[in-house]
Structure formats: structure tokens, C-alpha cells
């Protein structure tokens, strides 16, 4: 089945931000949206003393204006016990799942401020809970609910600091400890209609970026002027699940804009979102030994 006819999805930390983006741009092309999060009808997110709005709730509302059905589920990705309910409800009321987005991440307000990491809060080890550890335990309840769609896709937001120093040793090794997940998950999903792809999304049009744009205007207002959308990175999602020989990609670190190029995708505008290759590195080619 096309998956702009239909499908069902599962978007991670889709209160605001990228998260929401990409599940708008889902709804858009007809899909059934699980939406996550903490935030379920009043945000509770500040970032430099600013209230960060957007909820669960006005997610869900926007897919259905889109054209697709958004559902709201509340829950904490800390906790692997509303995980299970969430995939236990999209089981119950779907019977299959053909995407899961694992976007949900832990965003400390330090995390752009310079200097070392003991600087900084401990707190911001809780990255490589929310957000690596996270994804690990959504994909391992979503994965039966993959294998009895025709085609399903396991799709992990990642970033060029997998591979550069950016924001620190807890964000790089977050981002570099989904790259390697997707490349092993796919040696596991090895011969079923099931694929795994972990991207790499340039800078994002955010209200968390454009505030963080304002406070360190020296590094990223230049950059900003290129950012993506998140509805952009939806759409290139969505290309990739339905790409004929998505099973042939699968476990690959993708960089989204250069994904876009190949799918005609442009941004708002016709805007065509640069890569960063040439300047932040390439996704890691990993070794095909396999240790069982």
C-alpha cells in the first residue's frame, strides 16, 4: 500500500519542534498519526525562561486538519511501562504499524551554552536516556506490529553531530548510538519487509531554534538562514517508506537534504535545503563482520 493513502505511524516526542513537523507532514499525505509526549494539553517546556508552546493535543488536531487522523497518547519515554500501553493501543485499535519516527529526545536549555561538559549540568546525561535508550525500547515493542505490515520502517532523527563535536560528548554519542542502532537492527530485520534508517536532519526551523538563534547569534544566526523545516523532513520520510528499495537501504545513516535532491522534494518556497557533508562529515560506514 502507498502510504499517501493511508498507513499508520508513530511519531515520538511530537509535542512541538521537529517532532510535530514531521507528524503534520504525515497526516498530510493521509496517514493515522500516534503522536507522544509529555505535553498533553498544557506545555509545561521553557527554554531561556520562555514558555515553549505546543501540545500533544494541538499536534493531533493539526494532522487532522492536514488530512490524515492524529492521536494523541500521552506518555513518559523514561517509563518502559507506557511505552508497552502506547504500542498495546496501537495494536488494539490497528493491528500493525507500517512507521515508527523515534524522535523523542531530552533537550537540556544548557545544551548550546560553551564549555566543557563538567561545566555543565549532570543532567545532561539524560540524553543518552531520552533519546538513545528511548528509541531502543520503542522500537522493540513496535517491531511486531512492523513485521505485519507490508512494507514498515524504523526511522531515527539524528544530526552531523554524530560525527563532529557539536553540543558536547552526550549529544555526539546520542546521535552516534542511534546511527549504530539502526545499522544493527537492520542485520536483525535482515530478510523481512522491514527496514531501518537513521537521518541525519540539517538545522531546524523551531521555536527552540529561533530562540537559541537569538542567544548565540554569532553561531547560528547564518545557519538559520538555511534551516529546514519540519514538515520538509516529514515528507522526506515518507518518500523514503515508500522508495521500491527501501530493504536495500536499510541500516544506512542518510543525510535528509540529500535524500530530498533524489525525491524532488523541495522545501517551503522551492527552498532547497543544503548538506553539510563537505563541512560537518559524512555518516560512518560500518564494518559487515557480524558476531553473533
Same mark, same amino acid.
Given at each position: 500500500?502507498?502510504?499517501?493513502?493511508?498507513?499508520?505511524?508513530?511519531?515520538?516526542?511530537?509535542?512541538?519542534?521537529?517532532?510535530?513537523?514531521?507528524?503534520?507532514?504525515? %497526516?498530510? #499525505?493521509?496517514?493515522?498519526?500516534? &503522536?507522544?509526549?509529555?505535553? #498533553?494539553?498544557?506545555?509545561?517546556?521553557?527554554?531561556?525562561?520562555?514558555?515553549?508552546?505546543?501540545?500533544?493535543?494541538?499536534?493531533?488536531?493539526?494532522?487532522?486538519?492536514?488530512?490524515?487522523?492524529?492521536?494523541?497518547?500521552?506518555?513518559?519515554?523514561?517509563? +518502559?511501562?507506557?511505552? =508497552?500501553?502506547?504500542?498495546?493501543?496501537?495494536?488494539?485499535?490497528?493491528? =500493525?504499524?507500517?512507521?515508527?519516527?523515534?524522535?523523542?529526545?531530552?533537550?537540556?536549555?544548557?545544551?548550546?551554552?560553551?564549555?566543557?561538559?563538567?561545566?555543565?549540568?549532570?543532567?545532561?546525561?539524560?540524553?543518552?536516556?531520552?533519546?538513545?535508550?528511548?528509541?531502543?525500547?520503542?522500537?522493540?515493542?513496535?517491531?511486531?506490529?512492523?513485521?505485519?505490515?507490508?512494507?514498515?520502517?524504523?526511522?531515527?532523527?539524528?544530526?552531523?553531530? #554524530?560525527?563532529?563535536?557539536? =553540543?558536547?560528548?552526550?549529544?555526539?554519542?546520542?546521535?552516534?548510538?542511534?546511527?549504530?542502532?539502526?545499522?544493527?537492527?537492520?542485520?536483525?530485520?535482515?530478510?523481512?519487509? &522491514?527496514?531501518?534508517?537513521?537521518?541525519?536532519?540539517?538545522?531546524?526551523?523551531?521555536?527552540?531554534?529561533?530562540?537559541?538563534? &537569538?542567544?548565540? #547569534?554569532?553561531?547560528?544566526?547564518?545557519?538559520?538562514?538555511?534551516?529546514?523545516?519540519?514538515?520538509?523532513? %516529514?515528507?522526506?520520510?515518507?518518500?523514503?517508506?515508500?522508495?521500491?528499495?527501501?530493504?536495500?537501504?536499510?541500516?544506512?545513516?542518510?543525510?535528509?537534504?540529500?535524500?530530498?535532491?533524489?525525491?524532488?522534494?523541495?522545501?517551503?518556497?522551492? =527552498?532547497?535545503?543544503?548538506?553539510?557533508? +563537505?563541512?560537518?562529515?559524512?555518516?560512518?560506514?560500518?564494518?559487515?563482520?557480524?558476531?553473533?
Amino acid at each position: 500500500m502507498n502510504r499517501s493513502s493511508g498507513g499508520v505511524a508513530v511519531v515520538t516526542g511530537a509535542s512541538r519542534g521537529v517532532g510535530r513537523g514531521i507528524a503534520v507532514a504525515l %497526516g498530510a #499525505a493521509g496517514m493515522t498519526v500516534y &503522536v507522544t509526549g509529555r505535553s #498533553a494539553t498544557v506545555s509545561g517546556a521553557h527554554l531561556r525562561g520562555q514558555l515553549l508552546s505546543g501540545t500533544l493535543s494541538e499536534t493531533a488536531e493539526a494532522i487532522t486538519r492536514a488530512g490524515g487522523k492524529g492521536l494523541a497518547v500521552a506518555c513518559d519515554h523514561t517509563n +518502559d511501562e507506557q511505552v =508497552h500501553k502506547l504500542f498495546a493501543q496501537v495494536e488494539k485499535e490497528q493491528g =500493525h504499524l507500517d512507521l515508527l519516527v523515534n524522535n523523542a529526545a531530552f533537550l537540556h536549555e544548557n545544551l548550546i551554552d560553551p564549555g566543557p561538559f563538567w561545566s555543565k549540568p549532570l543532567e545532561m546525561v539524560d540524553m543518552l536516556n531520552v533519546g538513545l535508550r528511548s528509541s531502543y525500547v520503542a522500537s522493540y515493542y513496535a517491531a511486531p506490529l512492523l513485521l505485519r505490515a507490508p512494507r514498515g520502517l524504523i526511522a531515527f532523527t539524528s544530526s552531523f553531530g #554524530a560525527d563532529c563535536y557539536m =553540543h558536547g560528548p552526550a549529544y555526539g554519542a546520542q546521535k552516534a548510538g542511534v546511527d549504530k542502532m539502526a545499522f544493527d537492527m537492520a542485520a536483525d530485520l535482515e530478510g523481512t519487509s &522491514v527496514a531501518t534508517a537513521s537521518l541525519w536532519l540539517g538545522p531546524q526551523r523551531t521555536e527552540r531554534s529561533a530562540i537559541a538563534a &537569538v542567544e548565540r #547569534a554569532d553561531k547560528y544566526e547564518a545557519i538559520m538562514a538555511n534551516a529546514e523545516t519540519p514538515e520538509f523532513n %516529514g515528507r522526506v520520510i515518507l518518500a523514503l517508506l515508500n522508495d521500491p528499495k527501501l530493504t536495500q537501504i536499510s541500516g544506512q545513516t542518510l543525510i535528509t537534504a540529500e535524500l530530498a535532491a533524489t525525491y524532488g522534494i523541495t522545501d517551503d518556497d522551492g =527552498h532547497k535545503p543544503p548538506s553539510y557533508r +563537505d563541512i560537518l562529515g559524512s555518516p560512518r560506514k560500518y564494518h559487515p563482520a557480524r558476531v553473533e
